[in-house]
């Protein structure tokens, strides 16, 4: 069995234990009568929804594309989103779906370096916007967060996205630093893995020069002439976590409640930042259980885990299935996700 279905059925197995048993510790008489008064057409906009949030991302990611002169089709650029997302799906950290959207842009000739700006960028967009709402959100739910595990994990998370963010702002402002540091540590894995020929080494050396100065020259391209794009980019980004975070809203909707939309809302940016630090594939158990203990401040325990069933199937088991199928239709992606993730016995 290879590492690729591994992660799969690990991230499947963990999650449907995880929903299997809070619902098992919330199921009562009253969930038996939620559940005969469902309306599924309010599950069914939400599903709908969130197919609609592929093609948003899509063309966010075509923005941001086009402001950098490269112009994909739009439907290429849905499948990209959608393959990256499954593959982030199954991955510890979901750490795998950014390198394939920098593979299949690449292969829609875009440089690795430009490329590997606009998946940075897009990333920075959304912890732009989650944590611009973090104050709000942690002002809503203040009560909740006196707990030391979650406040722990909010500092994790908080963290380590400064981490990340100290070392964008360190490479665009020291590119050259950042190059030796690559050629150092290059030149040590070579002979770690096994030495290569200096011209070899010279060829790699040269290839990473030539990318960093695409991701720094994207960059700075996106603040200065590509501001349109920067902005459009942002508008979709809105947009996108707006339709998301609605979903919660429909779910409950359909289970008949009269939910909050600020308290919705708030919720799920607390729980995007929870999300930041699991190591499973998918997030999975961390996502499930963190979701339980957010969503129990507002949503009647009798259903709560059947909200956490269904927000869950819909923001997380609806992408590998959707991811699965459109990654099976592009044969040569499944190869290069297979490569990306690596064969084991």
């Given at each position: 069995m290879n590492r690729f279905t591994k992660w799969l059925l690990a991230s499947l197995l963990i999650s449907a234990f995880s929903v299997a048993l809070i619902t098992g510790f919330t199921f009562d008489e009253a969930t038996i009568e939620a559940l005969r008064k469902i309306k599924p057409e309010y599950i069914f906009a939400a599903a709908l929804l969130h197919i609609i949030s592929y093609f948003?991302?899509?063309?966010?990611?075509?923005?941001?594309?086009?402001?950098?002169?490269?112009?994909?089709?739009?439907?290429?650029?849905?499948?990209?989103?959608?393959?990256?997302?499954?593959?982030?799906?199954?991955?510890?950290?979901?750490?795998?779906?950014?390198?394939?959207?920098?593979?299949?842009?690449?292969?829609?000739?875009?440089p690795v370096g430009k490329a590997t700006a606009i998946v940075f960028g897009e990333r920075l967009l959304d912890a732009g916007l989650i944590f611009?709402?973090?104050?709000?959100?942690?002002?809503?739910?203040?009560?909740?967060?006196?707990?030391?595990?979650?406040?722990?994990?909010?500092?994790?998370?908080?963290?380590?996205?400064?981490?990340?963010?100290?070392?964008?702002?360190?490479?665009?402002?020291?590119?050259?630093?950042?190059?030796?540091?690559?050629?150092?540590?290059?030149?040590?894995?070579?002979?770690?893995?096994?030495?290569?020929?200096?011209?070899?080494?010279?060829?790699?050396?040269?290839?990473?020069?030539?990318?960093?100065?695409?991701?720094?020259?994207?960059?700075?391209?996106?603040?200065?002439?590509?501001?349109?794009?920067?902005?459009?980019?942002?508008?979709y980004t809105c947009v996108f976590w707006g339709v998301e975070y609605s979903l919660l809203a429909l779910i409950l909707m359909g289970l008949n409640q009269t939910p909050s939309l600020p308290i919705v809302f708030a919720a799920q940016v607390l729980l995007s930042v929870l999300m930041v630090v699991p190591a499973t594939p998918g997030a999975s158990g961390v996502a499930e259980f963190g979701a339980a203990s957010i969503f129990s401040v507002f949503v009647n325990s009798s259903i709560l885990g059947i909200t956490v069933l269904a927000w869950r199937a819909l923001t997380y088991h609806l992408n590998l299935l959707v991811g699965a199928f459109v990654s099976l239709k592009l044969l040569r992606d499944m190869d290069v996700i297979k490569k990306l993730l690596g064969n084991s016995s």
């Open positions: 948003i991302w899509g063309f966010r990611n075509r923005a941001l594309c086009k402001a950098l002169g490269y112009d994909i089709k739009p439907l290429k650029v849905v499948e990209i989103v959608i393959s990256s997302a499954f593959v982030a799906g199954i991955t510890p950290s979901s750490a795998g779906g950014e390198p394939l959207r920098v593979h299949m842009l690449h292969q829609n000739n875009i611009l709402s973090l104050p709000f959100a942690l002002y809503m739910f203040g009560g909740l967060l006196s707990s030391y595990k979650f406040s722990t994990v909010f500092l994790l998370a908080n963290l380590l996205v400064f981490i990340i963010l100290a070392f964008f702002v360190y490479c665009l402002k020291k590119p050259q630093k950042v190059k030796r540091a690559l050629h150092r540590l290059v030149g040590k894995g070579s002979l770690y893995f096994g030495a290569r020929p200096e011209a070899a080494l010279t060829r790699v050396f040269e290839q990473l020069d030539r990318e960093l100065d695409h991701f720094h020259a994207s960059f700075l391209f996106f603040v200065s002439e590509g501001r349109k794009g920067l902005l459009r980019g942002i508008a």
